[in-house]
């Protein structure tokens, strides 16, 4: 083609991106920021071909196998060295073994902490992200093969692409940058990842503690990559994430089960008395009916209403992707607020019921109910557990079984929200409006990523989630991938991130 019409076909072709982008517009800044862009565009193959080295390590925390295991070291010395390469230097902190419930034992692989730059004029900015991957095998349903990344249509395929190789090599591509361009960094630049993640972070909250007072001493901010847009193309920050409390309840009259035809009639049966149990829990409104539960969920403010009012999200298209007729909401506002900032109460199944098909006259002698409540500030979550054991003795007793009941709450996640006008939070809003020319969604998580409260909790420091994949992602899931565009213009992202920090640091 004539290199002219070339020019002038990829100029049409950047104009049409934009146009499907949702017309968000932004220009290559001028100064450090637009060399820092520039060398990123120039180097995108080679960030693309460093997350293709990456995704091809089957770094799989969730399957406890030795072959895994060593794939997870040798993920973990990877990253280490890449970082030493920056001219980090780097501490690969043994954090010894696991004692699996079969009585193995396996390493667990190191967590890195890495650090570039003390300067006591600057802020020091602290990323955490992980290096695991969850389970992928390419008959689960992969078009591609999962540890082999792949490019189509401007979408980077394989697992671990979007969580969370691509977004921890983000912002190593951000770091680099100033680096290759000699230039100073504009914040002091920490680094803490794990090979765990997947598996529950195993060792992670013990090493926090331990470094408290010594690697995380000089951080103010942490900067967490692991989630994901709630749209395809326009950016967003997470200020919360829900907590839960996932509770069993038992009903016993004794360990064998009863034939129908024998006992039905003459027994306070555990199954009905279960269901009664877990049938007032919530009424068909999605009411929680537990007295008191309500008390301490935080009132909604003017402030936060607008922000649920700006979020991009077509609810009839949520709909149907979700293939669900009908939610309990009919607008966007009720339905994310619903899903981030009110409680909920999900009943999840019944141990020792007959679930299979067919027909069996059984009178089970005893049953375990579970369900758990997404929580959300200000609930504290001793006083759920009272509230909840006090409710379910209140409606067992009405019934005057005489089977024995049992509650326990058997895990219990804080919920996490931040301040949204703190600096860390101030500088990534003016970063993406640079680099995406929008301002982002303001986001919650209805789900639970204790990561964050965990660093909130025991550092007291500032904690922020800045994600950069879209929402289609499918992250977890067959096909998992990260668009090129979220990748490179991510890179972007952080560079422009560091350079805001410095100067509202100023
Ligand atoms: C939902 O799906 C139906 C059937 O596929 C389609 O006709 C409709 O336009 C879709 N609605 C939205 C909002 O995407
Ligand atoms: C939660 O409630 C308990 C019991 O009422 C109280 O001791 C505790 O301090 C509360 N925790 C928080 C974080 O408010
Ligand atoms: C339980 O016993 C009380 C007192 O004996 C009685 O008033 C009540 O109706 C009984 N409730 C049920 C559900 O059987
Ligand atoms: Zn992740």
Request: negative net charge; contains cysteine; hydrophobic residues 40%.
């Amino acid at each position: 083609m004539d290199p002219k019409l070339g020019r002038m076909a990829s100029a049409l072709l950047v104009l049409l991106l934009l146009l499907e982008g949702g017309m968000f517009s932004s220009s290559q800044p001028s100064g450090l920021l637009g060399e820092v862009f520039q060398y990123i565009d120039v180097h995108q193959d080679d960030f693309v071909q460093t997350l293709k080295e990456w995704v091809a390590i089957e770094s799989n925390s969730v399957q406890p196998e030795p072959r895994f295991r060593q794939e997870l070291f040798r993920m973990m010395g990877l990253a280490a060295d890449k970082l030493r390469r920056l001219g980090a230097s780097v501490d690969s902190v043994d954090v010894g073994h696991q004692q699996l419930p079969d009585g193995q034992t396996l390493p667990i692989p190191p967590i890195v902490l890495a650090e570039l730059g003390n300067d006591p004029k600057k802020p020091t900015v602290c990323f955490y992200g992980h290096l695991d991957v969850q389970p992928a095998r390419p008959e689960d349903g992969w078009l591609t093969n999962p540890y082999t990344l792949t490019e189509v249509d401007g979408k980077l395929y394989g697992r671990g692409a979007t969580d969370n190789k691509g977004p921890v090599l983000a912002w190593i591509h951000a770091v680099s940058a100033f680096k290759a361009l000699d230039q100073d960094l504009p914040v002091n630049i920490k680094f803490i990842i794990e090979g765990m993640e997947e598996a529950g972070s195993v060792a992670l909250e013990e090493l926090v503690h331990r470094e408290k007072d010594r690697f995380f001493s000089s951080v103010e901010y942490i900067v967490i990559s692991d989630n994901l847009w709630i749209s395809q193309r326009k950016p967003a920050l997470t200020y919360g994430t829900r907590g839960n409390s996932y509770f069993t309840v038992e009903v016993k009259c004794r360990d064998q089960d009863f034939h129908s035809g024998t006992f039905g009639g003459i027994l306070h049966e555990p199954m009905a008395d279960l269901v009664a149990l877990l049938g007032s829990l919530v009424d068909s409104s999605g009411h929680i009916l537990i007295p008191g539960i309500y008390d301490h969920v935080a009132p909604l403010t003017e402030e936060e209403k607008k922000l649920y009012e700006a979020i991009d999200l077509d609810l009839g298209e949520y709909r149907n992707s979700s293939q669900v007729e009908k939610f309990l909401f009919d607008t966007k506002e009720e339905v994310l607020m619903h899903l981030w900032r009110y409680p909920s109460l999900s009943i999840h199944g019944i141990e020792g019921a007959y679930d299979e098909p067919g027909m069996k006259t059984v009178i089970p002698g005893r049953v375990i109910g579970k369900f758990s409540i997404r929580l959300v500030p200000h609930m504290n979550m001793s006083v759920v557990e009272k509230q909840v054991v006090q409710h379910l003795q209140d409606v067992f007793s009405r019934r005057n079984s005489s089977n024995k009941m049992a509650v326990s709450m058997t895990l219990g996640l804080h919920p996490w929200i931040a301040d949204i006008n703190d600096n860390q939070y101030l500088a990534a809003k003016r970063a993406i409006r640079t680099v995406f020319g929008t301002d982002p969604d303001m986001i919650r998580d209805g789900s639970t990523i204790p990561i964050a409260k965990i660093f909130q909790e025991i550092l007291q420091k500032s904690v922020m989630m800045l994600p950069l994949g879209a929402v289609d992602d499918g992250e977890h899931s067959q096909n998992e991938k990260i668009n090129r565009w979220n990748y490179i213009e991510g890179s972007k992202l952080f560079a422009a991130f560091f350079l805001e920090m410095a100067n509202l640091h100023q």
